[in-house]
């Protein structure tokens, strides 16, 4: 399972994932003070409020399933919750913080922020099902890269959720073909 460790002011929040097979969250106050949260696969922690609190991203996109959340993690009285601030329509790809308290996050369907206060909004919808972006960079000026298999992005956040997208390919690459599950190739000619 992949592993994310983030240490809060008063204790350390782990995060396992291992696609379907499961994960869980754990919140340590200390090393004999252990406390499960949450038994779902996670897919990032990010922490927020000056690392007094931490947004978890947790989903799955695999045979049929497409189910993705985000929660928030605080203390209440020193004691540890998670509190639900978004359902996605489907797993969480990659996310890349913004400021303090604000997230974005990308999902095969779209891009998204989310806040510590719970707002969440539609930055821009598309289709990257089967892409597999694991990479993304948010300039100040909105712009956001994103890094995927055999691709590289540029979304333009525009109005109502619609985005312009610049696609970055092989200089040789006229037309991706499919060639197996997850994988294309590339082609200098049309057939």
Known sequence: ARRYVVRLQKGWLLGFGAGEWGGSVLWYASPTDRRKLLDRNVVDIVPIAGGAEAMVFSGLTHM??????????????????LVPLAELSTAPRVVSQIDAD????????????????????????????????????????????????????????????????AWFVREDCLVQKPKDEGHCECTSSVE
């Open 64 to 81: 049929g399933i497409a189910e993705g959340q985000v929660f928030r993690f605080r203390l209440r009285d020193d004691q540890p919750e």
């Open 102 to 165: 604000t997230v974005s996050v990308l999902t095969d369907s779209g891009l998204h922020q989310v806040s510590r206060d719970g707002r969440f909004d539609d930055v821009c919808e598309f289709d990257f099902s089967g892409l597999y972006p694991n990479s993304m960079a948010v300039q100040p000026s909105g712009r956001v890269w994103v890094g995927m298999r055999r691709f590289i992005v540029a979304l333009q956040p525009g109005t109502s959720s619609q985005c312009q997208l």
